[in-house]
């Protein structure tokens, strides 16, 4: 059974200009990914992973290639129409959980909703599923200040997946975690993906990339090697813990 392709890229470039000087980040990339695709992007610091997460994220445009999300020719669209695929098709996760410091976690999950259009009492019931998914059903009322590190995590990737995107795009997710709380997050990551979840991991970090099913490396902005990992990781936890 062939897999099913959600993102090709073919020749994609980036440059950029530095003063009177100009650098490729990203020069050539063809790249195809695939639905429940569990990807790590890994390379130094300067190899173009930022510069493809942007462009995968549809927060920037390539210079050249072209750019297929679910058949759509991305690097031709304004501004506007980006936005709407971003809103769509893309959930995002950051490092620094990028949340709403006055909100509560059920008020920053309803947040991606509300440019929707879709009505409260069903933003809010979205907004519950998703929390109740990533096992903070009885956090819905707290700030961020309330919440630990690992709990404002799992309120950011609630929120990414409150729009039932194609893609959860995730930039550096454990970065600011201790390792008993990265563990538990990337268990949350293997279970979304054994849903049928796609997932985009990029990372520095080894010990993350050992445990997605694909990896790509990236090097002076070329796509080094693209090879599948023999994941041999049991689960660490049973079901989604609710403490961290």
Known sequence: MSKQTIIELRGIAKYYMMGSEGFYALDGIDLDIYLNDYMA??????SGK?????????????????????????????????????????????????LLPRATALQNVMQPLIYRGIALAERKQRAQDALAMVG???????????????????????????????????????????????????????QL????????????????????????????GHLMSDHANQVSVKPLVS???THV
């Open 41 to 46: 992007v890994v390379g130094s610091s300067g």
């Open 239 to 241: 079901g989604i813990a």
């Open 193 to 220: 993906h054994n849903d049928g979840q796609t997932l985009i991991v990029v990372t520095h970090e080894q010990e993350i990339a050992e445990r997605c099913h694909r990896v790509i490396t990236l090097k002076d």
């Open 50 to 98: 930022s510069t493809l997460m942007n462009l995968l994220g549809c927060l920037d445009l390539p210079t050249a290639g072209e750019y297929k999300l679910k058949g759509t020719d991305v690097a031709t669209l304004d501004e506007t129409s980006l936005a709407g695929i971003r809103n769509r098709e893309i959930g995002f996760i950051f490092q620094n959980f990028n």
């Open 136 to 190: 903070l059903q009885d956090r819905m009322t707290h700030v961020p200040n309330q919440l630990s590190g690992g709990q404002r995590q799992r309120v950011a990737i609630a929120r990414a997946l409150v729009t039932e995107p194609a893609i959860l795009l995730a930039d550096e997710p454990t970065g600011n975690l201790d390792s008993s709380t990265t563990i538990e997050i990337m268990a949350l990551f293997d």
